[in-house]
């Protein structure tokens, strides 16, 4: 019975509040309601979580064929027919929503005034347009104590309504369930039950997702009112993925982060990360004005007078031999920084700038660019995916989030690494290898893939494989990649950090081939693809053509005269801390833009000029799927603080070099773009591209790690709630079993580890996660600065 | 980590047995096997003197794979759970509407008085917990009644009911 003969068969139409609407057979009238700009109140109901029509606030009413239902139906979970009439405004409609109303403010304490939510309380807000100016109930009110959910999120239990938002997005989005609906009846009580806190990586969206005042940010509370901040949109700093924000901010500062919805990118929600890295702007060693060393002392000078002196040192050393100088800019940098400062160091004569602060092998220099190879959005839509060295759920936690999408739907997700990592969902395979076994495992997926393609013996696999056949698991995995309609096979931040890399990476690429897969290659920081594409690597100038300067890991390993280091501590963010920073403290020259200064600095710069943090620069990062996105800065850097771009666009003029007067960034990036344009789509490595020889192993007791999720960068290292989390902290070296009862380690031992410099003293863990004979030890924590390369040989001694 | 399993640490070979028996009558998922909590509580809390602890609720959690606020969830919703310990015997006075309307309160008092001990509390011997306050137990027509451990006792008067808890071990 179709009101209209034209209609398509999955089509219905229904008449909401007197005007027609077609939809989809099966939405729901919410759904309808939503797409068409008609308001209907809820509590319980968001799009992106299942609905448990538990709060009854959306009662509708509805007439089917003619006959009215005999009450009103929640619009939540009731689906469309054809020809359904629905009220949302009739009298019964609204009396059903009134009396709702009139019942969940019976316990609500009514504190708006002392309550972060008001002005931005979805309670306040329907309690306005449905609830009665009086209240009738004068019985006791009930209250429930508040449960500690740890530094992030601040509880106020008395508020909460029992929507179960938040259990639901910790089940169904974050996978860890860490809430529940405890007791019964009018005791219902959401907590955790025990105690233990909530430990998402993706856990703040509770507090966006809690329409009353009981979930809160508890850095930002008490800090300002909703109605008095202003909302500047941005792009999320940390990871690959740009998850869109907004920053709130009271005259210039910002009070706190919240996420914009992107569909394509991070759909509505954002990582803590980028939730809560905002403190590190406002860091104690924020370096207010330009500093230069004179003899033991550190003197303030003004901006002229410092841009001088560095623009003299870099001449200095340029005049005498340019390859002597050595950038190293950070991944997270802008575009437009990256840009300028690739366009310096050229102008200087060298070609020695890199962002590839944790790569470790540059064998296969010249080809791969990072990226997914594929639009984020549509990794939840894959049938296999292969995840080499990538703990995704803290490296790119809306990656996770979609490959968990596709996960939960059947697709087979699976992974190898040196060690079982704490995934929120189940994965198909999980291989574990000794790092000096990484290649091999590769390399017998990768055989196993040509057989069962049919593409008989690939030349050069031998050296990997060493002859060896393919076990049950690796045709497994060979398998289901090949027969995925679409499949992703994607290196990730530990193969960055391997010794032996570039085998890695040319295996990775090989598999992806064989399979017909997208190829991926990820490593940290939100602009390390800008990185490539504005030429700040040492191997290809912004248009695309060949150059031949050293990586960040050959200037380490050969280094130079004077280094320019942009916005990095070297001990946390290079792959070898002990190794660079031995480097830069024998080095005649070293000028760093940083918006901190640190002892490490004072120790080994010659220079230091303060540039703005994150939020005070305008630009561009350009995410993991190749999207550009443009942000403006919020307010003025602190201090004497200038925007990197302004600073080198300065040191061009100072250096007398061409094309330098750029007035905005987005001339900068104008420009670049147009040169981007220009290329045909970059090469993306391969299996050609393939060291002449495998790298060998190290043969030893060996580091493996990572970095740690709030340990990727400068920014997030000072965000101080971040910082108190259980993610962070001090390191725990963690050993197998086996590995630890041959060297004597029981769990909670302290032990002393060294990499060939100085020894640090820490808490060892033993898990059967681990490959054996590998010590687990990330970077970027407390007590991992002073170490050697995050993978290499390490040395253990009981204390 | 390389504990040994809850499961193992806390539950006997018997009780996993028989919450194995309950769990095979439920499709093998996470919401089949949370069909299975409410009998393997049950199982867990009778082997444990009557009362589960916060090991036995993770124990159960862990031998059914669910996560562990799913299975709190349930011990806390239903009042046969106890989540402290108990006496020998629990004694669970109605005092819903129908009781109530026919002296459940004078019940109490002369209970609480008798054992000298008031509602959620045990008497110093251990022998009986009075549970707090529940919901109807459905014997109305035979109120004012209580519960005590599995038996229905009804029609009760002061003399009846004390009569009845000296007669418990
Ligand atoms: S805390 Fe907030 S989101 Fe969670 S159930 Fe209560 S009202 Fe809903
Ligand atoms: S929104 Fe429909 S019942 Fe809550
Ligand atoms: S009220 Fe006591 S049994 Fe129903």
């Known amino acids: 019975m179709s009101a209209n003969p034209e209609q398509p068969d999955d089509q219905v139409t229904i008449t909401i509040d007197g005007a027609e609407y077609q939809a989809s057979k099966g939405a729901t009238i919410i759904e309808v309601a939503d797409a068409n700009g008609v308001d209907i109140p809820r509590f319980c109901y968001h799009p992106k979580l299942t609905a448990p029509a538990n709060c009854r606030m959306c009662l509708v009413d509805i007439e089917m064929n003619g006959k009215a239902a005999p009450k009103p139906m929640p619009a939540c979970i009731t689906a469309i027919g054809d020809g359904m009439v629905v009220r949302t405004e009739s009298e019964r409609a ?19 005034p002392i309550c972060d939510q008001g002005g931005e309380c979805e309670l306040q807000d329907l309690a306005l347009g449905y609830g009665r ?9 009930r209250v429930v104590d508040d449960e500690d959910l740890g530094p992030l999120v601040e509880t106020e239990m008395t508020r909460c309504i029992h929507c179960t938002r938040c259990v639901r997005f910790l089940d169904e989005i974050a996978g860890t369930s860490e809430l529940g609906a405890l007791h019964r009846g009018e005791h219902t009580e959401i907590g955790t039950f025990v105690g233990r806190g909530i430990h998402s990586e993706l856990s703040g969206n ?27 949109p941005t792009v999320g700093p ?10 709130h901010q009271v005259r210039g500062t910002v009070k706190r982060v919240v996420p914009r919805n992107n569909e394509a990118v991070n759909e509505t929600w954002i990582a803590d990360r980028d939730r809560y890295s905002y403190q590190g702007i406002y860091a104690e060693d924020r370096l207010q004005e330009p500093i230069a060393r004179d003899g033991d002392k550190w003197q303030a000078m003004d901006w002229q007078e410092a841009l001088e002196s560095v623009a003299g040192r870099l001449k200095e050393v340029a005049a005498q031999d340019p390859s002597q100088i050595a950038a190293w800019v950070s991944p997270s940098a802008t575009l437009e920084e990256q840009y300028l400062l690739n366009r310096l160091m050229r102008g200087l004569g060298s070609d020695n700038v890199d962002v590839r602060l944790r790569q470790a092998d540059t064998r296969d220099g010249d080809s791969p660019s990072p990226g997914l190879g594929m639009p984020i959005a549509a990794t939840e839509d894959v049938d296999a995916a292969l995840l080499v060295g990538s703990h995704t759920r803290h490296d790119q936690p809306l990656l996770n989030h979609r490959l968990r999408k596709a996960g939960l739907n059947g697709a087979h997700i699976m992974a190898l690494d040196t060690r079982r990592h704490d995934w929120n969902y189940e994965l198909s395979e999980e291989l574990v290898a000794h790092p000096d076994q990484l290649a091999r495992e590769l390399a017998l997926i990768a055989a196993a893939m040509a057989a069962y393609v049919g593409r008989g013996v690939v030349e050069g696999l031998h050296a990997y494989t060493g002859g060896a056949e393919p076990g049950d698991n690796h045709k497994r995995v060979a398998q289901r990649l090949v027969d995925a309609g679409s499949a992703l096979v994607m290196s990730g931040d530990a193969v960055e950090l391997h010794q032996g890399g570039a085998d890695l990476r040319a295996l990775t690429a090989l598999i992806a081939e064989l399979a017909g897969a997208h190829h991926g290659q990820l490593g940290t920081g939100a602009n390390a693809f800008g990185g490539w594409i504005a030429g700040a690597v040492p191997y290809r100038g912004a248009d695309g053509s060949p150059a031949r300067g050293m990586s960040v890991a050959e200037t380490i390993a050969d280094p130079r005269r004077c280094y320019v280091v942009v916005n990095l501590e070297p001990e946390h963010d290079c792959f070898d801390g002990a190794a660079a920073r031995r480097a830069l403290e024998a080095a005649e020259t070293v000028v760093v833009f940083s918006p901190y200064v640190t002892e490490a600095m004072r120790e080994y710069a010659d220079v230091i000029l303060p540039i703005g943090a994150f939020g005070e620069t305008a630009g561009t990062f350009v995410n993991a799927e190749g999207r550009w996105q443009t942000f403006a800065g919020v307010g003025r850097p602190i201090g004497e603080a200038r925007p990197a771009w302004r600073v080198f666009r300065v040191l061009g003029n100072l250096l007398s070099l061409d094309r330098f007067e750029y007035n905005a960034p987005d001339e900068i990036h104008a420009e670049l773009q147009g040169l981007w344009e220009r290329q045909g789509n970059p090469s993306n490595g391969g299996w050609q591209g393939r060291p002449a020889e495998p790298w060998l192993g190290h043969g030893s007791l060996v580091r493996a790690g990572n970095t740690a999720i709030y340990g990727t960068d400068p920014l997030v290292r000072r965000g101080e709630a971040l910082q108190r989390t259980p993610h962070a902290g001090a390191a725990r070296p963690t050993l197998s079993p086996a590995t630890a009862q041959q060297l004597g380690v029981n769990d909670g031992d302290w032990i002393s580890l060294d990499q060939g410099g100085p020894s640090v003293r820490l808490q060892a863990s033993v898990d059967d996660a681990l490959a054996d004979s590998t010590v687990w030890l990330p970077a970027g924590l407390e007590g991992t600065a002073g170490l050697g390369p995050v993978h290499g040989p390490i040395n253990i001694q009981r204390t | 980590m390389t504990s040994q399993r809850l499961a193992y640490t ?38 444990n003197g009557g009362w589960l602890s916060q090991q036995m609720l993770d124990a159960v959690a862990d031998y059914l794979e669910l996560t562990p606020v799913r299975v709190y969830e349930v011990a806390t919703f239903y009042s046969m759970f106890h989540l402290h310990p108990v006496g020998r015997h629990k004694v669970n006075i109605c005092q819903n509407i129908s009781c109530m309307l026919c002296g459940s309160d004078e019940l109490v008092r002369h209970i609480e008085q008798h054992l000298g001990i008031g509602l959620g509390e045990t008497t110093a011997d251990g022998r009986i917990t009075l549970v707090p306050e529940d919901e109807c137990l459905a014997a109305c027509t035979g109120a004012p009644m209580m519960l005590v451990d599995e038996h229905y006792y009804t029609d009760l008067t002061p003399e009846k009911a004390t009569a009845i808890l000296d007669s418990l071990e």
């Open chain 1, 133 to 141: 100016g009086i209240s009738r109930f004068t019985e006791r009110k």
């Open chain 1, 238 to 247: 940390h990871d690959a993925i740009g998850s869109n924000i907004s920053l």
């Open chain 2, 10 to 47: 806390y539950l006997s070979d018997h009780q996993r047995e028989a919450i194995d028996s309950w769990r095979a009558r439920f499709p093998d998922h996470d919401q089949g096997r949370q069909s299975a909590v409410i009998q393997a509580l049950h199982i867990a809390q009778e082997g």
């Open chain 1, 94 to 112: 609204v009396s059903a929503q009134r009396n709702v109303m009139e019942f969940l403010l019976i316990n609500h304490p009514l504190d708006c």
């Open chain 1, 206 to 232: 509770v507090i966006d997702l809690c329409p009353v005042g009981a979930l809160t940010n508890k850095p930002y509370r008490y800090t300002a009112r909703a109605w008095e901040m202003l909302s500047h």
